[in-house]
């Protein structure tokens, strides 16, 4: 094991054995293994967008077995998905790559102001399917927030009781704040905040703009001088909010874009000190071998 990845297992010296031998897992596992560093892909949108939306501009990926083979050739850390993408393939590449499995998700055919996702599997599913960790998405900002707060603090304990290590999508959303605040740059550290409070090992947020959302807050940032001019910038300041760097912040791709505008932001990730992107329908909306081309390229970024 090298030296860096017994440094981030440091972090984690409250959990246990099992929590912290997957969390070697992933970051030992694929190209990036042994040097801290994430790319991991993640399946969830079928569930969250829908199918046509998701897999119609590549039509191999309505498959599961595509993401399975798509990340394992890649060379990713973890691969993640809801309940149905993994159960349909787990059998068939056991042991080939770490699994987090989608505990909770949320749906666009009733698409409300303060959304509040479903949980679609369990910690016993997870077991069952050999996963190395469970995920699961909270909504700051939602009115529905307290009870997904309170869903992931009961999931994450008994994960973490079966040795599984707590993957947490933190995207604020809901009535609370504007389509902006979003991904500003106060609200995303604070989500990284809550997530690394409710005790996650691996949290995702979204890459924070410039944007400032609370007036109480700007001030702060305006007294202060806290740099947030350019991505690299606020990257580190994201993760320097989940304890001062000791909990493991990914980044998110979004929606499909040019490889350039992929990579700009990656090289933004890297800069600040993030610690990978979880890449999702950059990846599997292109043809296999651009996609490919195009993870190596973001996986060369991370080893510089």
Same mark, same amino acid.
């Given at each position: ?29 694929? @190209? ?69 499995? @989608? ?56 994960? @973490? ?144």
């Amino acid at each position: 094991m090298t030296k860096r990845v017994r440094e981030i297992l440091s972090w984690y010296d409250s959990e246990n054995a099992g929590v912290r031998s997957n969390l070697a897992r992933m970051c030992n596992h694929g @190209k990036l293994g042994g040097t801290g560093k994430f790319v991991i892909l993640p399946v969830d949108q079928g569930f969250e967008h829908g199918p046509a939306r998701s897999f119609a501009p590549n039509p191999p990926a309505y498959d599961p077995r595509y993401h399975f083979q798509l990340a394992i050739d890649a060379g990713c850390n973890a691969y993640a998905a809801p309940l149905g993408f993994i159960e349909a393939a787990a059998a068939e590449f056991a042991g080939e790559i770490p699994l987090i499995l @989608k505990l909770n998700n949320h749906e666009l055919l009733y698409d409300e102001k303060d959304p509040a996702p479903s949980v679609t599997g369990s910690v016993k599913d997870a077991l069952q399917l050999g996963c190395a960790a469970v995920g699961f998405t909270i909504y700051p900002g939602s009115s529905q927030a307290k009870s997904m707060y309170q869903e992931l603090r009961a999931i994450a304990e008994e994960a @973490k009781a079966h040795g599984l290590a707590v993957v947490v999508w933190s995207y604020p959303r809901g009535s609370g704040i504007s389509k902006a605040g979003e991904t500003a740059i106060d609200v995303v550290a604070y989500a990284a905040q809550i997530a690394a409070q409710l005790g996650a090992n691996i949290i995702k947020v979204k890459p924070p703009t410039e944007h400032i959302e609370q007036p109480e807050a700007k001030k702060v940032y305006e007294s202060a001088k806290i740099p947030i001019g350019s991505l690299a910038d606020r990257i580190h300041h994201v993760v320097q909010s989940a304890f001062d760097g000791r909990r493991i912040v990914i980044f998110s791709g979004g929606a499909k874009e040019s490889d350039e505008q992929l990579l700009s932001t990656v090289r933004g990730i890297q800069a600040g000190g993030g610690f990978g992107s979880i890449i999702g329908r950059n990846s599997f909306q292109r043809p296999k071998d651009q996609a490919l081309k195009l993870l190596s390229a973001v996986m060369e970024i991370y080893r510089s």
